[in-house]
């Protein structure tokens, strides 16, 4: 017996068998076992997800010689030729090959006879969206007032295309790309079954190429037994593939993480002996980085569907968010701008290379925070951490302890050795108003709070003066409006201007300039900190 190819072998007979479109199956089946029956259904949904094979399946159904139910027999003549693809009611069209009004015209001419041996004659057409203006005219006439014995069946990958009047008039049902998972189990299903022995890497593999496809997933299961004579390994599936290896993404990954541009272009040339994909290489490295992120906020459910956990690990204990971040969004646009680079692996080149340029110099990792400015993942500048800067004047204000300006007040306000806790929060948040001999006046604002405003705070500070300027004195403070500012108004003022002109020099540098015009990335004011000995 000649070989059948795993598609067709494996192709569901009965709804309980279809993977992936339960909401289709319970729809129909409850429609079926209840003869609440429509004469047009249109499926719709990307290639080899099941369109066909649903179709044939209601086929069945409808003419089922046991009855109209969810369940044919399959035992029946009606069944078996239907499988078989040999049953005469039913009349399969590629309507990619038939676009003609006059196809068209000579298949309707035969709908007013009744079936030759079924309850339904049933037209299945594929790829109906191909049919030509004038023949989706001619159909719709018919498709307004089917004879009894007719069911129109309708496939498509393209339901835009097909005319509103058209669709207006059928039941539709969307058929959805299967994930991985389920054509992974379905996978695992088949091939014990085949006598094919595998290892999971190479069925992942597999599941991801074929994007969404059972029929794709199988033909490449076809091809892969061949292949490797019956033993899916990931190493020589990949290599049929033009994947690259696991073992090639950390490699990459590692000598970006460690800066080592030379280890990184030995690995890449190892890539291009091995023919490798260049798109799909880019996918792999999107989809390692799309787990180390995950990773980094649920480790436990990574890593159980994580193949190479010791490497994987590794990877994200040297990697931080703010750089899987970015490495992630610099391989979208490699990927992205892959066609415009002169060679593919040009592309692949600058993309990583632009990964190592960008590498972030988060604070986090120790590797790279020094005394200039560096570049977090989230493109925000993060200067090398440090106290707060003082206000302007305060620094430059005289040492002596005396106390006759604004200035001066802030200096001691912020530098006073003595003053703690309410006390020094009193004096930030009080303006200084005069000094006439051994008296001083502050003002308070007339929001100020009760806890700051209590007795004891302004008498610890006038103790705290006293001794302060050698000198005792007396503190008068007024609760009123003012124009002149308190230390904590001016402290607000000098940070504020001193980050504006630090994101004013950050943006005039290199990497962050690069960072604007690639990804739109700007300065977080929140993220800048300052030395502490040179807060300018
Ligand atoms: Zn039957």
């Known amino acids: 017996m000649s070989y059948l190819v795993l598609a067709r072998k494996w192709r569901p007979k009965y709804f309980e068998d279809v ?3 339960d909401h289709v199956v319970r729809t129909l089946s409850h429609s079926l076992n209840n003869e609440r029956l429509h004469h047009a259904y249109l499926f719709t949904g990307t290639r080899g997800v099941g369109k066909t094979t649903i179709a044939r399946i209601l086929a069945k159904a409808l003419n089922c010689e046991q009855g109209v139910s969810s369940k044919p027999c399959g035992q029946c003549n009606a069944c078996v030729e239907v499988d078989q693809g040999s049953y005469i009611d039913l009349i399969e069209v590629d309507a990619a090959s038939k676009t003609k009004v006059e196809d068209t015209r000579a298949l309707l001419d035969n709908v007013p006879y009744l079936p030759t041996s079924g309850r339904y004659k049933i037209y299945l057409f594929d790829e109906i969206h191909m049919l030509s203006g004038h023949s989706f005219n001619a159909f719709l006439k018919t498709l307004e007032e089917p004879p009894e014995h007719v069911k129109f069946l ?9 005319p509103v009047t058209v669709l ?6 969307n058929l959805r790309a299967m994930d991985n998972e389920e054509i992974v189990a379905q996978l695992e299903k088949i091939l014990p079954d085949e006598n094919v022995t595998f290892e999971p890497a190479a069925i992942n593999a597999i599941a991801r190429l074929s994007q969404g496809s059972m029929r794709d997933a199988l033909s490449i299961v076809d091809q892969a037994i061949s292949y490797t004579q019956g033993n899916l390994n990931e190493v020589a599936v990949r290599d049929m593939l ?17 800066r080592n541009a030379e280890e990184l272009f030995q690995v890449v040339e190892r890539m291009f002996e091995r023919s490798v994909n260049i798109e799909s290489a880019l996918d792999d490295l999107l989809l390692k980085l799309h787990n180390l992120g995950l990773h980094k906020v649920a480790p436990n459910l990574v890593e159980s569907r994580t193949d190479n956990v010791e490497q994987f690990r590794e990877l994200a204990a040297v990697m931080t968010e703010e750089e899987i971040q970015l490495y992630y969004q610099i391989g979208l646009l490699g990927k992205r701008d892959l066609k415009l680079a002169p060679t593919a692996r040009i592309g692949l080149e600058m993309t990583l290379l632009r990964m190592m340029a960008f590498h972030p110099g988060s604070q986090s990792d120790g590797k790279s925070a020094d005394n200039s400015s560096s570049v977090s993942g989230k493109s925000n ?24 300006s604004t200035e001066d ?7 006073a050795p003595n003053l703690k806790g309410m006390a020094r929060q009193f004096a930030n948040q009080v303006s200084f108003a005069s000094r006439e001999g051994n008296k001083i006046v502050l003002i308070a604002p007339p929001n100020a709070s009760p806890s700051i405003m209590r007795p004891s705070n302004s008498e610890t500070v006038q103790k705290v003066i006293s001794e302060y300027i050698g000198q005792k004195i007396v503190l008068e403070v007024r609760q009123e409006a003012t124009e002149i500012a308190t230390p904590d108004e001016v402290a607000a003022k000098e940070h504020s201007e001193t980050v504006n002109s630090a994101i004013e020099r950050i943006k005039q540098e290199k990497i962050p300039k690069m960072l604007q015009q690639e990804f739109g990335a700007i300065p977080d004011p929140k993220s800048i900190q300052f030395p502490i000995d040179n807060p300018k």
């Open 381 to 404: 500048l993060n200067m090398t951490q440090g106290a707060q800067p003082q206000p302007k004047q305060a620094a430059a204000l005289n040492q002596t302890g005396e106390i006759q």
């Open 19 to 21: 993977v992936g479109q």
């Open 168 to 173: 207006s008039r059928c039941i539709q049902f």
């Open 242 to 258: 033009g994947m690259l290896s696991h073992d090639f993404i950390y490699s990459i990954l590692i000598s970006i993480a460690n």
């Open 409 to 415: 007040w802030c200096h001691f306000a912020s530098t």
């Open 154 to 162: 309708m496939a498509t990958t393209d339901p835009q295309k097909l």
